[in-house]
């Protein structure tokens, strides 16, 4: 049963940074800020395409960043129903994601190192770390024991790239730990590195037969 609300409608408030920006997802019916989605869009051939950095021209289409609700968006047929007219899906859209928001880290990292906001070499940033100076870490998913222990206690901490993939971020051959100081880019890294983790999760054996 629709219930229809019978209260005087209220003025809008303009979003503040107590009050986020939400967006309906497509999948859940759900209102969340836009950090917690990811949004698309259709090109001029109906194709979706997912527009990370939200400056796509077009009407959005927000999905909630989980690997679930990418699955059941693509599957489901549910871009076609929320954009009201054939949507034509890649089949490894949610892949496409992952690649795309990992792509995305990389070059954001490589500006926060721009606006001096890394330290790296794994002496330099377990003294930052002791300091107290560090938001998050990389850690290289390829690390040896010893710094993955000494880091393990880390609350923000990014295992996703190899040595050679953190280092290629930041102009250099390899790196094994990098750290993040308190900085726009560094929120900005965080909240990507979110998405990432829900879009990359695991799908368990129930979602995977869906």
Request: aromatic share 4%; hydrophobic share 40%.
């Given at each position: 049963?629709?219930?229809?609300?019978?209260?005087?409608?209220?003025?809008?408030v303009?979003?503040?940074?107590?009050?986020?920006?939400?967006r309906?997802?497509?999948?859940?019916?759900?209102?969340?800020?836009?950090?917690?989605?990811?949004?698309?869009?259709?090109?001029?051939?109906?194709?979706?395409?997912?527009?990370?950095?939200?400056?796509?021209?077009?009407?959005?289409?927000?999905?909630?960043?989980?690997?679930?609700?990418?699955?059941?968006?693509?599957?489901?047929?549910?871009?076609?129903?929320?954009?009201?007219?054939?949507?034509?899906?890649?089949?490894?859209?949610?892949?496409?994601?992952?690649?795309?928001?990992?792509?995305?880290?990389?070059?954001?990292?490589?500006?926060?190192?721009?606006?001096?906001?890394?330290?790296?070499?794994?002496?330099?940033?377990?003294?930052?770390?002791?300091?107290?100076?560090?938001?998050?870490?990389?850690?290289?998913?390829?690390?040896?024991?010893?710094?993955?222990?000494?880091?393990?206690?880390?609350?923000?901490?990014?295992?996703?790239?190899?040595r050679e993939?953190?280092?290629?971020?930041?102009?250099?051959?390899?790196?094994?730990?990098?750290?993040?100081?308190?900085?726009?880019?560094?929120?900005?890294?965080?909240?990507?590195?979110?998405?990432?983790?829900?879009?990359?999760?695991?799908?368990?054996?129930?979602?995977?037969?869906?």
């Amino acid at each position: 049963m629709t219930t229809v609300s019978t209260q005087p409608s209220q003025p809008t408030v303009p979003p503040t940074a107590s009050q986020p920006t939400l967006r309906r997802c497509l999948v859940t019916g759900v209102d969340k800020p836009k950090s917690d989605l990811i949004r698309f869009v259709l090109d001029p051939e109906k194709r979706v395409v997912p527009d990370l950095t939200g400056r796509l021209p077009g009407h959005g289409l927000w999905v909630s960043a989980t690997r679930d609700a990418l699955k059941q968006a693509t599957t489901k047929n549910m871009f076609t129903r929320a954009a009201k007219t054939k949507a034509v899906v890649d089949a490894d859209l949610p892949a496409q994601v992952e690649r795309l928001l990992v792509r995305r880290v990389s070059e954001l990292l490589g500006l926060a190192r721009a606006a001096r906001a890394v330290v790296t070499r794994e002496p330099v940033v377990l003294e930052a770390l002791a300091g107290g100076s560090l938001v998050a870490v990389f850690l290289a998913s390829d690390a040896g024991g010893d710094i993955r222990k000494k880091l393990s206690r880390v609350p923000m901490l990014f295992t996703c790239f190899s040595r050679e993939e953190l280092g290629a971020a930041l102009g250099r051959e390899q790196l094994v730990a990098v750290g993040l100081k308190a900085h726009p880019l560094t929120s900005k890294i965080v909240e990507e590195m979110t998405r990432w983790q829900g879009v990359s999760a695991p799908l368990d054996d129930h979602q995977e037969n869906d």
